[in-house]
């Protein structure tokens, strides 16, 4: 008899699934797509119980029949989107919204409030960055605030996978990783609760008891079982964030190591020698014991590609390809500033908007979509600038995500940042990591394990070097360039129309700072 592992994720446009054996071996694997909801500006949402809870059950009740025969299924484990929150009731239910990631910015006023309180110099000792729209304890005190009455119900609050681990198995509890990302909570020296700050954003709220992603937490119930087809005391694995768990299972394990995740925003992990504190990147406990990262991501990517596919007619995306890789590096002088859901890394500023420069009548979609491609890139760029001034160059970068299929974006990538990838052969995504982490879990593998194969080379053309650079200065300089005329738009965008104050943007986090500015 053979064993078999089950790896779920739940990203922002889908969930996945796949079935894997102990030696990296794909049997099957799914998906399901979905979408956030943004009912206001600056909030990002989804239903726990539909797209992650619901995809999960769909997931399994399609796989688990695909266990070849003679083969045993011996653990599952989850990973999802994060940090995200979702405060869930004594029957283990969401009382409400799961308010997503960085891309949720609702919480500013919180993110300025306890910045100020408790001091950036003791975040960034604590916690290794400051506070901005990424970190989770600012969105809990305004649960706490703005939804009294789930707050009064609630029993805990979960992140993507361990709402799913304690939907599978009935137990309360959050990965080391996860926890580390809800700032200011969490203490990154001492890898555990930071109790007195804690009880100043969720009073009397149970803090989740801290497991290590590759735990075995508990065990599906009787309950879950019926819903899932999965196998009544099956092991069920903690799991973690999917980025890092994306990274995991494309190899990025060792110091050094680096991946550039291609989704519905771009991220990027690197595995840092220890732990390292450098703001503006968000320093967080890695998924190996004992391990930290150092990561940087942007507020749009592959949504803002849907976006252009969107407003140009819903035009495939092979067409899309086809048409920006018939148009001359530079777009003929279009330049996309990329910020359409704010930005994170490097300015944090959630009132930051778009700018499309240079456009002319000539214009046509497939500038427009080249355009974008080349604005995500400088964006990744700068992310990229701020790893090597952290930690020194590092190997070509992993590049994983959807992304990554078709070459144009890859090759815009590399061009723009000068940097080489590497696409690993096996693409399917932060489901696959989770799996390694079930299998680690239960021991089928030894911890450490590195399932992936190297698939083709990006390299970058250096003929492109002089146009890049130049397109990279006049990039840096869109957005304090724009940033009060902004602040004005996103005055009106919100109704509220008020004169903007200090920097022309009310409610940017205390440690936004200029491109350039960096501490």
């Given amino acids: 008899m053979g064993d078999v592992v089950l790896g779920v994720d739940i990203g922002t446009s889908s969930s996945k699934a796949v079935l894997v054996r102990p030696d990296g071996e794909v049997v099957a694997s799914s998906s399901r797509a979905h979408r956030m909801s943004l009912p206001r500006p600056g909030w990002a949402e ?8 619901g ?10 029949p695909l266990v070849p025969a003679g083969d045993r299924l011996s653990a599952v484990c989850p990973s999802g989107i994060g940090p995200c ?17 960085g891309v949720d910015s609702r919480a500013g006023a919180e993110v300025d409030e306890l910045g100020e309180r408790l001091g950036p110099a003791a975040l960034e000792e604590r916690c290794g960055s400051g506070l901005s729209s990424q970190a989770l304890g600012p969105k809990l005190l305004w649960a706490r605030r703005e939804r009294p009455e789930a707050w009064a119900r609630a029993r805990t609050w979960h992140g993507c996978s361990s709402f799913v681990v304690s939907r599978l198995t009935g137990v309360d509890a959050l990965d080391h990783h996860t926890a ?23 009073g009397d709220l149970p803090l989740p008891r801290l497991v290590a992603p590759d735990d075995v937490v508990g065990v599906v119930t009787a309950s879950a079982s019926a819903l899932t087809g999965l196998p009544e005391d099956l092991p069920v694995v903690a799991g973690a964030v999917d980025a890092w768990v994306e990274a995991l299972g494309a190899g990025v394990r060792r110091p050094g190591d680096l991946m550039l995740m291609y989704g519905s925003t771009s991220f990027a992990v690197q595995v840092s020698p220890g732990l390292r504190r450098r703001p503006p990147l968000w320093a967080t406990c890695g998924l190996d014991e004992g391990s930290y990262t150092l990561s940087g991501g942007t507020a749009t990517a592959g949504s803002l590609t849907a976006w252009v596919q969107d407003l140009t ?3 495939s995306f092979e067409d899309l390809v086809r048409e920006a890789g018939a148009v001359a590096p530079g777009a003929d002088g279009l330049l996309v500033l990329p910020y359409l859901a704010g930005e994170r890394t490097p300015v944090f500023d959630p009132r930051a908007r778009g700018v499309v420069a240079g456009l002319t009548l000539r214009h046509g979609r497939g500038h427009l979509y080249r355009a974008a491609l080349e604005g995500i890139a400088l964006g990744v760029a700068q992310v990229l600038d701020l790893f090597s001034d952290a930690a020194g160059a590092s190997r070509p970068v992993v590049a994983v995500g959807g992304g990554t299929r078709g070459g144009l974006w890859t090759q815009i990538t590399s061009d723009v940042t000068g940097r080489a990838q590497v696409v690993p052969e096996q693409a399917i995504g932060a489901s696959y990591g989770a799996a390694l982490l079930a299998a680690e879990g239960v021991g089928l593998v030894p911890r450490g394990t590195d399932w992936s194969r190297p698939g083709r080379l990006v390299e970058p053309d250096p003929a492109l070097r002089g146009l890049y650079d130049d397109l990279a200065g006049a990039f840096a300089s869109l957005y304090p360039a724009t940033r009060e005329a902004v602040g004005v738009l996103a005055a009106v965008d919100e109704g509220g129309g008020t004169r903007p104050g200090a920097h022309g943007r009310p409610g940017v986090p205390a440690d936004a700072r200029e491109p350039g500015d960096l501490a």
């Fill in 55 to 64: 995809d999960v059950v769909a997931l399994c009740r399609e796989l688990v």
């Fill in 313 to 315: 007619g819903g035009a």
């Fill in 46 to 53: 989804m239903d726990a119980e539909v797209d992650w809870w």
């Fill in 180 to 202: 580390s990302q809800c700032d200011p909570l969490y203490d990154l020296r001492s890898r555990g609760w930071s109790e007195d700050w804690a009880v100043e954003v969720v």
């Fill in 85 to 101: 929150l979702v405060l869930v009731g004594e029957d283990g239910r969401a009382l409400g919204p799961a308010v997503l990631y």
